[in-house]
């Protein structure tokens, strides 16, 4: 996504959310921050977001941005959209360099015809083509993406899913986590089994929100429904 088309969106949500102070003025710091990282390349990462967020003033939690509320979420549609224009700037940059890279060529034709020793000429011309190679290797390592871990469906079932479906953002890791590290009235064995630590009033809260979305999410990235 370019920077138009994310100051498209910007402008778009403001006109969406008029004579609403308190959430422009969020917006507008959202706006600000991304943009100045997305400018450098840097990958937005919400938690870090609401850190910068708070140095400006602007309080907000990190569940407030990562809920999507069925897309209506202003700013995690702001966020979103500032994370693909950090990616794309990313990716212009790698290109301009490999560019550059390929036009700068090491070692021409006419450079290996000025060594009269031809043993030493075929050698040179051996190593340079090492370096090309392991030059275009370094480059294909940097343009790989880190794949997500939980995905063991079949690849046709998987083609039917949407990522969302079955991929878990940082949001919902955090849940999980908080919930597996939890030190209050719930534990967990030697053996791995839950189990209460103190006795439990009815209807007590025993994790953070939504956790059956994110256990039903893990279910659906085997392969698996729950009731």
Same mark, same amino acid.
């Given at each position: &996504?370019?920077?138009?088309?994310?100051?498209? +969106?910007?402008?778009?949500?403001?006109?969406?959310?008029?004579?609403?102070?308190?959430?422009?003025?969020? +917006?507008?710091?959202?706006?600000?921050?991304?943009?100045? +990282? *997305?400018?450098?390349?840097? *990958?937005?990462?919400?938690?870090?977001?609401?850190?910068?967020? &708070?140095?400006? @003033?602007?309080?907000?939690?990190?569940?407030? !941005?990562?809920?999507?509320?069925? @897309? $209506?979420?202003? =700013?995690?549609?702001?966020?979103?959209?500032? %994370?693909? /224009?950090?990616? =794309?700037?990313?990716?212009?940059?790698?290109?301009?360099?490999?560019?550059?890279?390929?036009?700068?060529? #090491?070692?021409?034709?006419?450079?290996?015809?000025? !060594?009269?020793?031809?043993?030493?000429? =075929?050698?040179?011309?051996?190593? =340079?083509?090492?370096?090309?190679?392991?030059?275009?290797? /370094?480059? &294909?390592? $940097?343009?790989?993406?880190?794949?997500?871990?939980?995905?063991?469906?079949?690849?046709?079932?998987?083609?039917?899913?949407?990522?969302?479906?079955?991929? #878990?953002?940082?949001?919902?890791?955090?849940?999980?986590?908080?919930?597996?590290?939890?030190?209050?009235?719930? @534990?967990?064995?030697?053996?791995?089994?839950?189990?209460?630590?103190?006795? !439990?009033? $009815?209807?007590? %809260?025993?994790?953070?929100?939504?956790?059956?979305?994110?256990?039903?999410?893990?279910?659906?990235?085997?392969?698996?429904?729950?009731?």
């Amino acid at each position: &996504m370019t920077k138009d088309q994310v100051t498209e +969106l910007y402008k778009l949500l403001t006109a969406e959310n008029e004579g609403k102070a308190t959430k422009l003025n969020k +917006l507008a710091a959202i706006n600000s921050i991304c943009e100045k +990282l *997305a400018k450098k390349g840097i *990958a937005i990462e919400i938690t870090n977001l609401v850190d910068l967020l &708070m140095q400006q @003033g602007v309080n907000m939690s990190s569940q407030s !941005i990562y809920n999507k509320e069925g @897309g $209506r979420n202003p =700013y995690r549609r702001l966020v979103d959209a500032w %994370s693909e /224009n950090a990616t =794309y700037e990313r990716a212009n940059k790698q290109s301009d360099k490999r560019e550059i890279i390929a036009q700068e060529e #090491l070692v021409s034709e006419n450079d290996l015809a000025k !060594i009269s020793d031809p043993v030493l000429r =075929y050698k040179v011309s051996l190593l =340079y083509g090492e370096v090309t190679g392991l030059r275009n290797q /370094n480059d &294909m390592l $940097r343009s790989v993406k880190e794949l997500p871990a939980i995905q063991t469906v079949t690849a046709p079932e998987l083609e039917q899913l949407e990522t969302n479906d079955i991929m #878990l953002d940082d949001y919902e890791v955090d849940v999980l986590e908080s919930f597996v590290n939890s030190d209050g009235t719930i @534990g967990f064995d030697d053996n791995g089994r839950l189990f209460a630590k103190t006795a !439990i009033k $009815r209807e007590t %809260s025993l994790s953070s929100d939504d956790l059956k979305t994110v256990l039903e999410k893990v279910l659906k990235s085997y392969g698996r429904s729950s009731l």
